[in-house]
């Protein structure tokens, strides 16, 4: 295929499904056999760090799922179902039915997981549409405006920091029990659990709408580590020890059985307010098993991370009684995240916004959930691993998919119809497959290398009107060193990397630079340590959790740089922050802050906080 036909491909996919809104042979939209009288409500669920094999329903021998199983069986399956192999990329694909890599997203931190500006959500289609929309748990596509779910097409939002829990863009100490979460961009103390109060809050949120359409996106931060759990809960799994310091494997079930068990809830409320039957139920995970598979991965290599299927190939039900999809049912054919939006827009008869989308990389899957045979002849699906890069790297950790073969780094190919292990490499074998498919991965390539977008960063918008304070960040710095330091974890030790923050200024006018070792909500001097916070009320690897200390970073200045300018500041032990007032003229500008000790070395600074004056 050449790079031409590549594009007119992708280019018709997108724009036939907002002219006239029927299926190929000119069926209606409607699945067969249908009961729906008027637009389907829509909730999206989405697990973080669940795999294909973390399931009783298909196959786990330890863990017990009972709603997952129920919802499985009332429900078509996509058995042969992939998304990205780590979790920004994948929700940059799912919101916008487009490769990550044309999104600007391909990484999970360092300011490469914010979803370019010019994309279209599902969220903004569905809002275009009159639904209702509400995202409740992780985004992780970015944490100040812009980027925000309230940024793109979302009425309501309630959820943690970027990425995860104790990210350093998260509120400090937050432990999964009584925490604090983002209230449409003000953060908010919450009781209960995390996977209990994004629940909580996407049944109120529906309840409030109920009127009307509603779309949801219900995206928990669970089971991802740390796997924070509740002594009180049944210990059912806590003999497993297995597992790294986020968490035992025991403790990682405790989580899928703790989101299982509200997924029985919400489908309870939907049956006792009468949505159940005109309803689009979707479950989908992010990517393959962070700790399952040491205990079981339905016979998949490789997991989270990994370009083998265990890092991509995950469940995906779709329930719908209106819609006839009340009935279990495997479909079998190469599917993929990209293909929900373009599938919901069909299914939900959605109109585009005003401003348009982007071309779709997805296709509807609306004739295979009717029972249909693929309206399309052959599939390719190119995906990457470059987690903590700064730029996407050709053949870099890749997999081409097809319904036959993989081809991994552009060198080895498995027959996935007859090795689903990948055990066996048979690129010797056919080395017309490969050829084939490494020519399918240059077109695709290409078409991103035209796309200069991808080329520049992500900026927060600093002076809007829709946020009055913008906070920075470790975790968003485009680096220029190492270590690593997008966590709490990487703060308390006071790793000592740097970099900068690509920003935008809305407005000319005076701005207030608020820099800081640690963050508002800790509110301790930039030179002083953290001693050991109170231990919370959580278990963690089969103990009670604690925060541990913090290192103190001696300071004697804080030195700010804004755009070619460059500020200094002295302060003392007491001093909590340095405070710089600058005046800026509108437009595009970079910022960067340090920690110096009386000797001028020089470390970057974890926190600033910004607000026009």
């Known amino acids: 295929m050449r790079r031409r036909e590549f594009m007119k491909s992708t280019i018709a996919t997108g724009a036939g499904l907002m002219t006239g809104l029927n299926l190929p042979g000119g069926r209606n939209v409607a699945v067969a056999g249908s009961r729906q009288k008027a637009q389907p409500n829509v909730i999206l669920i989405m697990t973080d760090d669940q795999g294909y094999g973390d399931l009783s329903c298909h196959g786990n021998p330890v863990l017990r799922t009972p709603q ?46 914010h979803l370019e500006r010019r994309e279209t959500t599902m969220a903004e289609f569905f809002k275009a549409s009159g639904y209702a929309t509400g995202q409740f748990g992780k985004w992780h596509l970015g944490q100040a405006y812009p980027y925000r779910p309230i940024d793109r097409g979302f009425d309501d939002w309630v959820g943690h920091g970027d990425g995860g829990l104790r990210t350093s863009s998260d509120y400090w100490a937050n432990d999964r029990m009584g925490d604090h979460y983002m209230r449409n961009g003000k953060w908010e103390p919450f009781q209960g659990f995390c996977t209990d109060v994004f629940f909580d809050e996407a049944m109120a949120f529906i309840q409030r709408n109920r009127a009307k359409p509603f779309f949801v996106y219900l995206a928990t931060n669970i089971p991802h580590g740390p796997c924070h759990v509740l002594e009180e809960w049944p210990d059912d799994y806590r003999e497993r020890k297995e597992g ?215 900026r927060a918008m600093i002076g809007s009107a829709q946020q009055d304070e913008v906070w920075l960040t470790c975790d968003g710095w485009i680096r220029d060193s190492k270590p690593n330091t997008w966590s709490q974890r990487h703060v308390l030790n006071a790793d000592a990397g740097s970099g900068y923050w690509p920003v935008e200024i809305a407005s000319a006018g005076t701005y207030r630079f608020e820099v800081r070792r640690w963050p508002k909500e800790v509110d301790k001097p930039i030179s002083a340590d953290l001693p050991a916070q109170t231990q919370s009320d959580t278990i963690l690897n089969g103990k009670p959790w604690s925060l541990g200390p913090g290192k103190a970073i001696p300071t004697a200045a804080v030195r700010l740089k804004i755009g070619d300018r460059t500020m200094e500041k002295a302060i003392t032990n007491q001093d909590a922050f340095a405070a710089f007032s600058v005046d800026l003229g509108a437009g595009a500008t970079d910022v960067q802050a340090w920690l110096l000790d009386k000797d001028q070395n020089a470390r970057g600074a974890y926190y600033v906080y910004v607000r026009k004056l």
């Open 244 to 458: 790294p310091a986020w968490g035992t494997v025991g403790e990682f079930f405790t989580t899928i059985a703790r989101f299982d068990h509200n997924l029985g809830r919400l489908r309870r409320f939907l049956d006792e307010h009468d949505l159940a039957e005109n309803t689009i139920l979707i479950f989908l995970t992010d990517n393959g098993t962070a700790q399952g598979s040491r205990v079981f991965n339905a016979g998949m290599r490789g997991a989270k991370g990994s370009i083998y299927d265990g890092g991509h190939r995950v469940p995906c039900f779709v329930h719908w009684p209106a819609g006839g999809l009340d009935r279990p049912r495997d479909v079998e054919d190469l599917t993929s995240c990209i293909d929900l939006l373009p599938t919901l827009i069909d299914l939900c008869r959605l109109s585009a916004p005003k401003h348009g989308h982007q071309p779709f990389d997805g296709k509807s899957l609306a004739p295979l959930l009717a029972g249909e045979a693929a309206p399309w002849k052959d599939r390719t699906i190119v995906l990457h691993q470059q987690n903590v890069t700064a730029r996407a790297t050709k053949w870099r950790n890749t997999v081409v998919l097809t319904p036959q073969w993989r081809l991994i780094n552009g060198r080895s190919l498995y027959d996935i119809k007859n090795d689903s292990a990948q055990r066996q490499d048979v690129a010797d074998a056919h080395p017309d497959v490969v050829a084939d498919l490494r020519r399918r991965y240059e077109t695709y390539w290409e078409s991103l290398d035209n796309d200069q977008q991808l080329r520049h960063p992500a």
């Open 68 to 113: 997952l199983d129920r919802l499985h069986a009332q429900s078509v399956r996509l058995i042969d179902f992939h998304v990205a192999p780590f979790c920004a990329p994948t929700r940059a694909s799912l919101m916008t039915g487009r490769f990550a890599e044309r999104t600007n997203v391909w990484t999970t931190v360092y300011n490469r997981n």
